[in-house]
């Protein structure tokens, strides 16, 4: 074991946390809170030097002449202007919430509409390769799907409740399947390294 001391203080961190949910009293959940309380400092602290190391490469593509450095400078410039205006007046603030309304929202918008001609592209590209029954299915649900999200649509009774049924049944049901495997991933590496068995922090 290349870091007794790193692994151990995994496996103590570890066993406080998940112990001091089932037993919420005395220190151990005082100090499983300031556990908790740690890891949120680090994972902000984590984000800070991802937004430096995203500046860095950026400015490297900027000073070394990239082809691609335009859209560089307008990442940088983009970034560096948010920051400051939202560190300087809050995330509620009206300029703050003017940067998130006219320009967050409508690239998200755009984004959103983007996926959706490619959506429809990926389902004729998958019927000219075959048609089964899920393929079928899948064709059926997408149309069903877009049509009722359209202006034209929208207010028919029919394909809304259609479509308001799909995406509060089935698709539910696919996403709390997804999170259930996730969660059981989640918990079996966590498991592994309780044990010791995986020391991702061993550098």
Not at 33 to 44: F, H, K, R, S, Y
Not at 75 to 96: A, E, K, M, Y
Not at 118 to 147: E, G, K, N, P, Q
Request: proline residues 3%; hydrophobic residues 55%.
């Amino acid at each position: 074991m290349r870091a007794p001391i790193s692994v151990g203080f995994a496996i103590f961190a570890g066993l406080v946390v998940l112990l001091g949910y089932f037993f919420p009293s005395g220190i151990l959940q005082n100090l499983r809170q300031l556990l908790v309380e740690w890891a949120g400092i680090l994972a902000a602290v984590a984000l800070l030097v991802g937004i430096s190391n995203l500046y860095y490469v950026h400015w490297l593509k900027i000073s070394s002449g990239h082809v691609d450095r335009f859209y560089s400078i307008v990442l940088v410039v983009s970034l560096t202007v948010t920051i400051i205006l939202v560190g300087w007046f809050g995330p509620v603030h009206r300029v703050s919430m003017w940067i998130f309304n006219y320009i967050q929202v409508p690239i998200e918008s755009s984004f959103m509409a983007l996926l959706a001609v490619i959506l429809v592209y990926l389902i004729i590209r998958m019927l000219r390769r075959r048609f089964d029954h899920f393929a079928f299915i899948f064709t059926i649900t997408a149309v069903i799907t877009l049509a009722a999200s359209s202006l034209l649509l929208q207010e028919t009774t029919i394909l809304g409740d259609l479509r308001t049924w799909i995406s509060q049944v089935p698709a539910v049901a696919g996403a709390r399947g997804i999170l259930i495997g996730v969660v059981l991933g989640i918990i079996s590496t966590g498991l592994r390294i309780l044990i010791g068995s995986d020391r991702p922090y061993d550098g």
